[in-house]
Structure formats: structure tokens, C-alpha cells
């Protein structure tokens, strides 16, 4: 009943619903019920409520979906004392370090030090209970800090009554729910979007802009803003040497002494191996032991003077615990003004965080999830702005000290929290004397590994020259302008790359070459001992070891350029896509592959023309004085201009490896191609093969747009193949395209009647010399259509996974129905069953690979070249003994 609604509902709305495949009789239980259950297979279409029941989860998936947000509950049953040891180590040795790196990084938010604290303190607290990475560390970083200075340095304008720690909260609190919701709804692919390149330039235009940004500070430099552009700031520097203070020795010193206990250390580590390890814990803590020494200078230098003065600037007074605890403020006035600093804060949230922690995975050998990595960041930054923190992601430097320490899992958090805690209370009496120079020095010292080395940028040089000059744009976008500028340019214009070679790409001809495989002087199959055996299409025999291969005809990947390629067979055009076949590249893709048919094939009719004024615009043919010429010496005027040995066209094999899904646009313009060669051809035909197709949604969208099944020969007019949309469609019958079809269908009515006039040994003389070219290149024989209008044609599309690629010993006949292949398949079968079994020593079942019911879609290019070749030279023999039959008929 409701498939008779629906069925009166779609004549009522005017939709032709789809009928039956062409070979609808291979779905006929009188057709295959004298098959065996492997010998057939009917491909059914992929329906639309498969793909939306796929999309809803089971109750098993939404089981582990829970327990996936919390990805401790699959290791916090088994931890150890082994474990807690590695983790001590690592937790207090990181405790140590966000200490100093933290207070310096709210310096470089515009924020007091104590909020670095406070996002130190949250974000190694809560990150164990959702982190899928053991090693990874969140806190405050350099470049997330630079970018939230900014801001507050902004809104400090635009909102002047609203502390500079609340923005920086509600942007965190802002930023951690765009994340958490990404990270929930499982999109943690979006960051792949971005490119190493613009990682890499963001990077090293971050660190570039916070290096030079600190050196005011590490020299005691004022009178200009450091939120400036990166080179107005260093012309600024560069102006104001001269008023340098004392901060410049406690800057200076500082940052000379971190490098060279790094130096020291490594030079240890290297000439020393039993120390390595001692050599790297030592290197670790200097940070914690520049800032420990210059604290104690700094006292001997300023205890004597009045509390709230110094000789250089310090830190001041720091205060006591969560001060700022507070539910953040957050109101539709914030908000409004934030949205438009969300996009790069997110971006910069996740492309460190998610970059640093796949790269630690890798190395340490574990899988991290980054959707759930998402979650993390999100919840530890939403939680932040409770105690007073700002927005804190993953950082490279202390994640790559705690990799280096040996920690065991991610409760390693805990112990560093503990020991920021410990910070919090214990130490802001002996945080007042901290220098700010050497704070600057802390920070230009981390950022420093940042910087891409040149080494690395000339690897990008040898694999990618044009990503090389998108870096360099980032980092000079970034430098002139600002880092979210270099943000936004780095990924527009590595998407832009992307979509240009979409949108320009053209596929190959193939061309077919024999090759064998070489294992030093011997080719392996060529005998019974064989170095993999069991593997492969080797058998042992000369003949076996050698198989056919297609390579591009221009050599365009690099092949041998003295191996001579060219069409496989005359007429006959191998076509592989290069960036798959959607609506961006379609058009392009088609263009190549119609402009090289024709500048390699000529017109079946060479006399499609009768008159001059019969001829289109575009093809205005021979002058007038040529045809003259022609007519003088009783050559026909329609080869002309026309190379006559080259073949005409007879069918085009598409290769589809690489692509994994069709959209109506890319099959409409292949419709479009279709109709446009089948004129060209006419009145011959074109068959299309498609092979190495993999996904069923785009078998079901070629085979809706005609694909898949031979073409039959009109026993009358030529009749376009149906369009999915097009402009020219528009009016149904009486549209621009209907009209034109008309047209060509009567003027081809009249020249085939003038024709039958002349008589029939004419027509047997042009056939003839139509099948010329397949006659000089007769070697293939195969399975072919039956042309019984009353059995539904087959062509040799139905590979078999033991017989694909041998067709040589099929029955030669012109005609050959459904039930001969099977019997031939059959015939097959009984002939390798007396062979020993190459692969394993079970029975060799024989069964099509892709289904019965759509012929021209193969397995891969052979198959799809052999059945080609097999319809073309069929159809020739059988309009040699039409020809011949009809001659006898004539005499």
C-alpha cells in the first residue's frame, strides 16, 4: 500500500522513479536457479536509511562513548608503586618549573603573577581525569598568554571599568565551551584543517613577536608600547639602547647563565653517558636555579631599602592563596565584545595542545584521542576562571622535560598541583624579590626552541618548495601585523593551495606495460622455488611471472621515460583521476580527458557533413578552395584535415582509485562527456568501463546516471543519456537540448537515406574500413553482449575472484549469453580444480567480485581492459558477417 502511494504521489509531482537495472533478469529466480550460491551475486544499491541507521548509535557504542570521557577508569585500577615512583619524580620536577614559568607568563598576559599560578595550579588538577596523554602538561603558555594580553590590552579601551583578570577569565571560560563542544560531539578531526606549515609558522612568528616583546623588559627599557608590532618594537629597541637600567644586567646575565647551564649540561650528557641522566635533571632545574639565585641578589641588593621601592624592578608584594576565587563575570556586554577574539583563541587552544600531544604519543608509543583531548582542555578552562586563572593549553617545553623524567601516567598532574599549591601558600614572601628582568629572561628562553631551524625549513624545501613560502608569509604576516593575523593567513592560504589543486587537477592516460619483479639477478616466479611463496599471481611458470602494469602515457610520476607507452589498444583510453572526481575538479578533469580523445581520434563518420552551412561555428571545416580541390580529384571532402590512421573512438575505461565519492555535479558533467563522445563516435558506440570503485554510494550514483551496463546499439534516432540537472534540460521536451537532438536525428535520418540510395557494397566498404584498425590489432577474444533483444545484454564486466583476468579461453562466438558465461565460468572452474591450489590448499571457489547485475564495473584495469577489448572486437566481427552476409544477399 505505500508503495502505491508512493508511486501515485510521484506521478502526481512528475518524478520518474528509477526502474529495475538493465539486467534486471540476474534478480529472476528462473534465471539463476540452476546456479550455485557462489557462482552469482546481485550488488544491491546502498539505501538512504542504511546511512541515517548507521548514524544511530547502538546502546553498546553510547556505553563507550561514556566511558570514553573518562579515560582514567581504564588504568587507575592497576596503578602501582612502580608507577607512583615514575610519577613523583616527574610531577615535582614539573611543579618545579610552572612555578617560575607561570608567574612569567602572566606578566606577559598583562595579568599579576598570581593568576599564572592559578591556571598552573587548575590545569595540571584536572587534566588527569579526561587526558589521554601521559606526558603532556596544560598550563599557561607563551604564545596563549601573548594572545590573551592583547586582548585585555584591548578591552582595557573598550570596557575600562572591568578588571583585566576578568576578561582574561571569561575569555578562558568563553573559549573552554566552544572547545568542550567540539570535543563532546567528537570533531577533534577539525584540527587537522591546519597544516604543519602554519603550525610551524605560528610558532616561530609567536616566538619571534614574544622574544622581541620581552627585551624592553629584560633591558629595563620604557617610553614605547611592546604591544606595538613586532618591528616597530624592535625599532623602538633599537632607538632606546641608550636608556638602558640596571634591569638590563639582571636581565642579560640571567638569560646568558640559562643558556649555558643548557650548553654545559648537554656537552655532559654527550662525552659523559653514565651522567646523561643527572646531566638532563640538572638542565631541567635551571630555570628554577636562575630565578633561586637571582631572588637571593635581588634580597641582598633591596632588603635595606623602604618595603615598595628597589634598584631595579621586582616583583613586589604577591599575594596569599586563591585571592581572585569567584564565579567569573561574564555578562552579554563581555561576551558580545569577546566573540569576535573566540576563532583565535580556539586555534590556539587546540593546535599546540593537539600537535604536541600526537607527537609525544608517537614517540612514547600510545594513541591519543583528540576529541577527548578536546574535552580536557575545555573543562580546564572552564573550571580555570573559578579560582581566578585565564585560558592555559598544552605546553611543548615542560611536556618534553616531563617525557624526559620518565613519568608513567597522568596522575603525574597531581603531584605537580601539589606542589604549585605549595607555591600558592608557602612562597609569596620570597616571590616579592623575584626581578622582572629575569622573568623576561625565563620567558625569551622558552620561546627560543620554538623558532623553526633552517635545517627544518630546507626539509620543507625538499618536499614542499610552495609551503615554504606560505611559512614565510606566516612568519612575516606575523611579525608585521600581529599573531592572529598570522594565524588566519597561514590557513587560508594552505587552503587555498589545497582547493587550487582541487579545482585544476587533470588525470592521466594510462598506458600498459609487462613488468616482472627482481630479486637481484633472478625474477622471482620464474621458478619453483620461490622467495614468497604463497603470495602474489606467481605460479612458477615464464609465462606467470610476468604481469601487466599501467603507467601514465607522459611518464608524469617519474617512470622510466625510455619505456614506450601509448594506448593499450586502438580506440581504447585508460583514464586515471588525480584528486578524486567531485564538483571542484570536475570540469577540469573532463576537459583533459575530451581534449586528448580528440587530438587521438578522428570522427567514425569522416562524412558527417553534407553541406558547408551543416557545419557548426566551431568546426568550420575545409576552405572552400580545398574542397574544390578534393572534388577534382574524386576525393571525399570530409578527410580533409583529418588524419585517417588515426583510430576511432571505441570505449574509455575510468580508473576510480582515487575516488571515494561522486556528487551530482561531478556525474552530471560525466553524463554530459558521455553524450558529447557518443556523437563524436556516431554512429558507433562508446562503452565505459569504471573500475577499482570503492564505495557503494558511488556505485549507486553512476549506476542511477546509466553506468555500469553496456551501451545498446538504437535501432532508431540517437537518444541522448538522460541528465540529472541541466540548463539546457530545462522545458523537458521542448527544451534547447531536445530540439538540438531533433535536429540531429533528422538530418541523420536523411543522409542514411541518401545512402541506401547509392547501394549497399558502399556501406560495406565504409564499415570495412571502420573495422580496420581493430582488425590490425586482433588478439583479444572474449565474452561480449547478445545482441536477442529478448535477453538482457551482458557485457564482460562480471570478474570472478579465481578467473578474473583470463578470458582467452572463452567460447568464440559473436554472441554469447548470460547462461554461456556462467557455463564458461563453470567450464573454468572444473579446469583449475585439477590444478594444486596456489594460495591455500582449500577448494577454489569461483564467484563474481563485483555484481552480475552491473558488467562494466570491474575489479581493477586488466579486467576492465580485457572486457573493453573483448565488446569492441566482438561487435566488429559481428558487423563483418553482417557485411558479409548481406554481400552474399546483394550478389
Not at 874 to 888: D, I, S, V
Request: charged fraction near 15%.
Amino acid at each position: 500500500m505505500t508503495s502505491g502511494l508512493g508511486h501515485k504521489v510521484a506521478r502526481l509531482l512528475g518524478i520518474q522513479l528509477q526502474t529495475k537495472d538493465p539486467y534486471h533478469h540476474a534478480n529472476d529466480p528462473e534465471e539463476t536457479a540452476h546456479f550455485t550460491s557462489d557462482q552469482t551475486f546481485v550488488e544491491e544499491s546502498p539505501r538512504v536509511d542504511e546511512f541515517f541507521l548507521k548514524l544511530v548509535p547502538s546502546v553498546p557504542e553510547l556505553w563507550r562513548y561514556l566511558v570514553s570521557l573518562f579515560p582514567f577508569l581504564s588504568w587507575i585500577g592497576y596503578y602501582n608503586l612502580q608507577w607512583l615512583a615514575g610519577d613523583l619524580v616527574a610531577g615535582i620536577t614539573i611543579g618545579a618549573v610552572v612555578v617560575p614559568q607561570g608567574m612569567a607568563y602572566a606578566r606577559l598576559a598583562n595579568l599579576d603573577v598570581q593568576f599564572g599560578l592559578y591556571s598552573s595550579f587548575m590545569g595540571v588538577l584536572v587534566y588527569w581525569f579526561f587526558a589521554t596523554s601521559k606526558d603532556i602538561t596544560i598550563g599557561p603558555v607563551a604564545v596563549m598568554s601573548q594572545l590573551t594580553g592583547a586582548v585585555v590590552a584591548d578591552m582595557a579601551t573598550v570596557l575600562p571599568d572591568v578588571p583585566g583578570h576578568v576578561i582574561a577569565s571569561a575569555l578562558a571560560l568563553l573559549a573552554g565551551s566552544v572547545v568542550v563542544f567540539i570535543g563532546l560531539i567528537r570533531c577533534g578531526w577539525i584540527v587537522d584543517i591546519i597544516s604543519l606549515t602554519s603550525l610551524s609558522a605560528f610558532m616561530t612568528g609567536s616566538a619571534i613577536c614574544i622574544a622581541v616583546g620581552q627585551v624592553p623588559s629584560l633591558m629595563g627599557l620604557s617610553g614605547f608600547s611592546t604591544r606595538d608590532p613586532t618591528y616597530l618594537v624592535f625599532i623602538h629597541i633599537l632607538q632606546n639602547l641608550k636608556s638602558a637600567s640596571m634591569d638590563a644586567a639582571m636581565g642579560l646575565s640571567a638569560l646568558a647563565m640559562l643558556y649555558l647551564i643548557r650548553g654545559v649540561c648537554m656537552w655532559i650528557g654527550t662525552h659523559y653517558p653514565k651522567h646523561q641522566k643527572l646531566a638532563f635533571f640538572l638542565s631541567t632545574l635551571r630555570v628554577v636555579f636562575v630565578i633561586v639565585l637571582y631572588t637571593l641578589i635581588s634580597y641582598l641588593v633591596n632588603r635595606s631599602l623602604p618595603r615598595g621601592t628597589a634598584k631595579f624592578k621586582i616583583l613586589f608584594d604577591v599575594p596569599r592563596g586563591f585571592q581572585n576565587a569567584a564565579v567569573p563575570v561574564l555578562n552579554a556586554k563581555i561576551a558580545s565584545n569577546l566573540v569576535g577574539y573566540l576563532p583565535a583563541t580556539v586555534v590556539v587552544l587546540l593546535i599546540e595542545h593537539i600537535a604536541i600531544s600526537k607527537s609525544f604519543g608517537r614517540v612514547n608509543n600510545y594513541r591519543i584521542n583528540p576529541s577527548q583531548e578536546m574535552v580536557a582542555i575545555g573543562i580546564t578552562n572552564m573550571l580555570g576562571p573559578f579560582l581566578g586563572g585565564y585560558a592555559a593549553t598544552g605546553s611543548f617545553s615542560r611536556t618534553a622535560i616531563k617525557s624526559k623524567a620518565g613519568v608513567r601516567t597522568p596522575f603525574a598532574g597531581v603531584i605537580t598541583a601539589f606542589v604549585v599549591l605549595l607555591a600558592i601558600y608557602a612562597l609569596p614572601a620570597v616571590f616579592y624579590y623575584i626581578p622582572n628582568a629575569s622573568l623576561s629572561a625565563v620567558i625569551i628562553h622558552a620561546v627560543g626552541d620554538l623558532i623553526t631551524p633552517p635545517n627544518t625549513v630546507y626539509q620543507f624545501w625538499l618536499v614542499s618548495p610552495f609551503e615554504v613560502l606560505i611559512f614565510f608569509v606566516g612568519v612575516f604576516v606575523t611579525i608585521f601585523s600581529s599573531i592572529e593575523n598570522g594565524i588566519y593567513t597561514t590557513v587560508l592560504l594552505s587552503a587555498a593551495m589545497l582547493l587550487f589543486r582541487i579545482l585544476r587537477s587533470k588525470g592521466r592516460f594510462l598506458g600498459r606495460v609487462k613488468v616482472q619483479s627482481m630479486l637481484g639477478n633472478r625474477v622471482i616466479g620464474n621458478d619453483r622455488q620461490q622467495p614468497v611463496p604463497g603470495y602474489g599471481t606467481f605460479t612458477g611458470s615464464q609465462e606467470a611471472s610476468t604481469r601487466s602494469i599501467f603507467l601514465p602515457i607522459t611518464h608524469a610520476d617519474g617512470s622510466n621515460p625510455e619505456i614506450e607507452l601509448d594506448n593499450p589498444y586502438p580506440g581504447i583510453f585508460i583514464y586515471r583521476f588525480a584528486e578524486g572526481f567531485s564538483y571542484p575538479n570536475a570540469g577540469s578533469s573532463l576537459e583533459h580527458l575530451v581534449e586528448y580523445i580528440f587530438s587521438h581520434t578522428r570522427r567514425t563518420n569522416l562524412a558527417h557533413f553534407d553541406r558547408p552551412g551543416d557545419r557548426p561555428w566551431n568546426e568550420p571545416g575545409p576552405s572552400r578552395r580545398d574542397m574544390k580541390a578534393a572534388a577534382a580529384a574524386g576525393v571525399d571532402a570530409g578527410i580533409i584535415g583529418v588524419d585517417v590512421s588515426l583510430p576511432t573512438l571505441k570505449a574509455v575505461i575510468l580508473d576510480f582509485s582515487s575516488v571515494n565519492h561522486v556528487d551530482i555535479t561531478s556525474v552530471q558533467q560525466l553524463i554530459d562527456v558521455r553524450n558529447q563522445l557518443d556523437r563524436y563516435a556516431s554512429p558507433d558506440i562508446v562503452d565505459w568501463h569504471i573500475a577499482c570503485i570503492n564505495n557503494r554510494w558511488a556505485k549507486r550514483a553512476l549506476a542511477a546516471a546509466g553506468f555500469g551496463y553496456p551501451t545498446v546499439v538504437p535501432e532508431g534516432p540517437h537518444r541522448r543519456w538522460k541528465s540529472i540537472f541541466s540548463v539546457a534540460e530545462i522545458g523537458g521536451s521542448h527544451s534547447a537540448a531536445a530540439a538540438a537532438e531533433v535536429e540531429v536525428n533528422e538530418k541523420e535520418i536523411a543522409r542514411s537515406r541518401r545512402q541506401t540510395q547509392v547501394g549497399d557494397v558502399e556501406g560495406g566498404l565504409n564499415n570495412t574500413r571502420r573495422s580496420h584498425d581493430v582488425r590490425s590489432h586482433h588478439h583479444h577474444h572474449g565474452l561480449h553482449h547478445d545482441d536477442d533483444p529478448k535477453k538482457k545484454k551482458m557485457g564482460t564486466g562480471s570478474e570472478t575472484a579465481a578467473t578474473a583476468a583470463d578470458t582467452t579461453a572463452a567460447p568464440k562466438k559473436s554472441t554469447v549469453t548470460f547462461e554461456d558465461a556462467v557455463h564458461h565460468l563453470q567450464q573454468k572452474r572444473m579446469s583449475t580444480a585439477q590444478q594444486p591450489p596456489e594460495l591455500h590448499s582449500g577448494r577454489t571457489v569461483v564467484a563474481p567480485v563485483h555484481g552480475i547485475n552491473r558488467p562494466l564495473f570491474h575489479v581493477d584495469l586488466t579486467s576492465a581492459l580485457q572486457s573493453a577489448v573483448a565488446n569492441v572486437e566482438g561487435r566488429y566481427e559481428g558487423l563483418e558477417e553482417e557485411h558479409h552476409h548481406g554481400h552474399q544477399n546483394h550478389r
